[in-house]
Structure formats: structure tokens, C-alpha cells
């Protein structure tokens, strides 16, 4: 994006309304919320969904009034559960217009980011969103694959072109779809880890809603995989476990499915040869859990 339109981002028309959950990460909110005051657009309202107990949240959230508009709520567990609430302390507006984002607390916008992402939205009214892809702090590709190539966001592509913390909707896409999935998603009460950032943009696809991936959006957040021991195993295997319901939920056709479940083998495969058993294991969990959750969801759909 050329270097004019940038310095124009404090003259965009469009609102941002951000919806963060926390739970135990006060460090790394405190660096959302500095990233979020160092953005170079205006009109932002952050919503602080807090499940962390105490009032550090709270008097954090506090030191950052006088140059953030700042609402503090607090919520049940659940990442989901948090979305929720925030969506509902969010002050809707008649023309829909105003863009809705759900920050991780672990993640941080480069200054540009909001701006870039209006301007994108103004100059193309005919799409209801777009997404971005996840980096370190390094730059590096982070927290999945992502597509190198700008493009729509399909059902056959979803999975590479958006996760939570890098989805931006105008507030007519929220009014339409609604709510997350509570048994979806980090923190829920289930065995579905994962899942309800992919969920509601299939949600919005099914509203014929018109998302937009572009790469050059980019959204900073760590890289967790870290060591691969049985934390890391049974992360795989809750993840994998919440794709293949999304998959079943969303009636995607079985040979989809099939591939979706028999692709982590490949790379179990390929490690096994390349003399890395423990990320071998960590492929069989994800085939395990999908093959899981593919069962489980047609079940729910019967």
C-alpha cells in the first residue's frame, strides 16, 4: 500500500470495533493494546473481554483510558464464550459499515495494520470482510499455512486464509451470523480445541457474504508449536478433532473429507524418513483426531 495512503489512515471513514478475550496474559495485552494505540487510524472501540479473575485486567485496561476507548467486561471461559460477550457490548450502526476484529491477547498489529485494512474495505464495498495471514515478530509464516496469492475466501480454501485473531467482517456480516459456537474453540467445555474462527467464516460464505484474503495483511502472533512432547500430541489431536466436525457440520462431500483426513499421514510418512519420530507422532495425532471429528460431526448432523 503506497506510503500516501497511509499517512491518510486517520481520515478513514470506517469505525473499528475489537473484541479481545484474555485469560492469564497480561504481559502480552499490554503489548496488543500499546500496538492497538500506536495504529495509525482512528474511531477504534476495544472490547476487553476478561476471564483472567482478579482486577489486573481491569486496572490495566484502566491506565489505557484516557487515549483508547475502552470497555472492560468480564465473562465465563472460552474463547467463544469471550467473542460473545464482547459482540454484545458492541454499539451497532444503521449502515452496518463498521469493521469487527477479534484480536487474540497474545497477538500484535504493525502500526499501519487497521488503516490498511479500511482502506481496502472503502475501496471495494462489494466485500463484506477480509482476512490476513499470522507472522512472528521475525516475519516468518506462523500458527499454519497460509496462501501466497491474494484471493476470495471459498469453502475450499478457508483453512489457509484466515484464523481468528487476523479476520476483519463489517458489523453487518456480526448482525447476520451471529454468535461463535461456545462448543467450539479454546477454553470451550468440549473436546473441540479449535475450530470457531473457521466455523463462522463458513457461517458468513453460507450468507453469501464475499471475504477477501490478502497476504499483505498481516497480523503478529508467536509461534507455539515449541516442543513436540505430549502437550503439543494432544493439542494436534483436539485440533484435528475440531476440523473434522467443522468439516462434517458444514456437509463437505467425502472425498473432502477424506483427504483432509488422510493428508496428515503423509507427513507422519515423511517424517518417519526423514529420522523424526516425535513429529511423525504429532501428524498421527492430527489423522486420529480428524478421522474423530469427521465421525462425530456427521453423527451431529444425521
Given amino acids: 500500500m503506497s506510503e500516501d495512503l497511509r499517512a491518510a489512515g ?20 499490554e503489548r496488543l493494546l500499546a500496538s492497538i494505540r500506536s ?18 485486567v481491569e486496572a490495566l485496561c484502566s491506565r489505557y483510558e ?28 444503521p449502515d452496518g459499515q463498521r469493521i469487527v476484529a477479534f484480536p487474540d491477547d497474545d497477538c500484535w498489529y504493525p502500526p499501519t495494520l487497521l488503516a490498511d485494512v479500511g482502506r481496502l474495505l472503502q475501496a471495494h464495498p462489494e466485500w463484506s470482510g477480509c482476512t490476513g495471514r499470522s507472522i512472528t515478530d521475525a516475519g516468518a509464516p506462523s500458527t499454519g499455512r497460509w496462501d501466497p496469492a491474494a484471493g476470495l475466501v471459498t469453502r475450499g ?10 479476520i476483519f467482517v463489517r458489523e453487518s456480516v456480526v448482525a447476520r451470523v451471529g454468535f461463535f459456537d461456545e462448543t467450539l474453540g479454546p477454553g470451550a ?43 503439543a500430541f494432544a493439542k494436534s489431536r483436539r485440533y484435528g478433532m475440531s476440523m473434522g466436525r467443522v468439516l462434517a457440520t458444514h456437509h463437505y462431500g467425502a472425498a473432502f473429507i477424506g483427504y483432509a483426513c488422510m493428508r496428515p499421514l503423509g507427513g507422519a510418512a515423511l517424517a518417519l524418513l526423514r529420522g523424526r519420530p516425535a513429529r511423525a507422532r504429532y501428524h498421527w495425532e492430527s489423522f486420529l483426531g480428524r478421522a474423530i471429528g469427521a465421525r462425530s460431526g456427521a453423527r451431529q448432523g444425521d
Fill in 66 to 93: 484516557p487515549e483508547l476507548t475502552l470497555t472492560h467486561v468480564r465473562s465465563e471461559a472460552g474463547a467463544s464464550s469471550g467473542r460473545n460477550a464482547g459482540i454484545r457490548q458492541i454499539e451497532a450502526h
Fill in 10 to 29: 486517520h481520515e478513514l471513514r470506517s469505525a473499528f470495533q475489537l473484541v479481545v478475550t484474555t485469560v492469564g496474559r497480561l504481559p502480552e495485552l
Fill in 189 to 231: 467445555r468440549t473436546a473441540y480445541g479449535a475450530g470457531e474462527e473457521t466455523d463462522y467464516l463458513l457461517r458468513a460464505l453460507h450468507e453469501r457474504f464475499a471475504l477477501r484474503y490478502d497476504p499483505a495483511l498481516a497480523v503478529h502472533h508467536p509461534d507455539k508449536l515449541g516442543h513436540l512432547g505430549a502437550e
Fill in 39 to 56: 495504529q495509525t487510524a482512528t474511531g477504534i472501540h476495544v472490547v476487553v473481554v476478561d476471564q483472567s479473575g482478579g482486577d489486573e
Fill in 157 to 166: 480454501n478457508v483453512w489457509r486464509r484466515g484464523v481468528a485473531f487476523t
